[in-house]
């Protein structure tokens, strides 16, 4: 079973997963909750999201941390979209803090998700689906809000830039279903030039955010480092990230928290 721990809390145990060849059925009774508009996150992340877990109905951007001049900067990134350090951690602890507790995730578009990872942390993977290549333009926003009206909580990794229109009509849908909409977009805090198209940026080489919004919370790592090692010689133990949660109304204060997760479980 994994532990890891947010800094000043107790650690938390999750129970054994199973098997992650099951298909979504009826979704469960919710269990207790800090409220019934949240799905449960790890208890050693509840204290950064407002009500202590993921809005239900609300769509929820995983990214990088916002560049403070991202908003006005004329000179584009030099560098492709790339994953954050400790992002897909970050991403793991949701499903295994909304899984393990028997709602249904899927997540769609990330064919490199490692299925022993998320079991370690305390996924439960009979209540994982995984659509790994969604497919073309057209069909994968069918496949999204499909699993909008069939999970509890969907995770979307797009690997192009999403049209407005499709993201206005995935988080419209993912409210009126109370299904929580997480988008992991790697490239949402990067800074990105004014005046040019996404296929300029594109091939240009440039950073192109792949989420236009809305977005109610953001969470992103601002630091992630590993100890255990010492003068090259050691074992690595753990993996150490700082997430930041912020949002609009009550989360308009970002919070910030450190978790330690243990290097063999990843």
């Known amino acids: 079973m994994a532990t890891y721990s947010l800094a ?16 979504p059925g009826p979704r469960p009774a919710p269990g207790p909750l800090p409220a ?3 799905l449960p996150v790890p208890r050693e992340l509840a204290g950064l ?43 793991l602890l949701l499903l295994a803090g909304t899984s393990s507790r028997g709602y249904w995730c899927a997540v769609v578009g990330l064919p490199e998700l490692g299925l022993a990872a998320a079991a370690e942390l305390g996924a439960d993977l009979d209540h994982l689906v995984l659509v790994p ?18 999970v ?23 409210r009126e279903r109370s299904t929580t909409l997480v988008v992991l977009d790697p490239a949402s805090g990067t800074k990105v ?24 919370l953001r969470c992103a790592v ?4 590993w100890s255990g090692l010492e003068r090259g010689h050691g074992l690595l133990r753990f993996h150490q990230l700082e997430a930041e949660v ?20 990843l």
């Open 246 to 265: 912020g949002g609009r109304g009550a989360a308009s204060r970002p919070r910030r928290g450190q978790v330690w997760i243990p290097a063999r479980r």
């Open 8 to 23: 000043g809390a107790a650690s938390l145990s999750h129970a054994h997963p199973a098997d992650g060849n099951a298909r």
């Open 49 to 91: 999201f407002p009500g202590g877990g993921l809005p239900r109905g609300g769509t929820v951007l995983l990214g990088s941390p916002l560049a403070p001049d991202s908003l006005g900067s004329s000179a584009p990134s030099s560098a492709q979209p790339r994953r954050a350090p400790g992002l897909t951690s970050l991403l």
């Open 36 to 38: 019934e508009r949240v």
């Open 193 to 216: 030039a004014r005046g040019l198209s996404c296929g300029d940026l594109v091939r240009a080489r440039r950073a192109v955010p792949r989420w236009p919004g809305p977005s109610e």
């Open 152 to 174: 509890d909580l969907v995770c979307l990794v797009p690997d192009t830039p999403v049209r407005p229109v499709d993201a206005r009509r995935l988080s419209a849908r993912a």
């Open 222 to 225: 601002r630091d992630s480092s």
């Open 133 to 150: 290549r969604p497919g073309p333009e057209g069909r994968w926003q069918s496949v999204v809000t499909t699993l909008l009206e069939t």
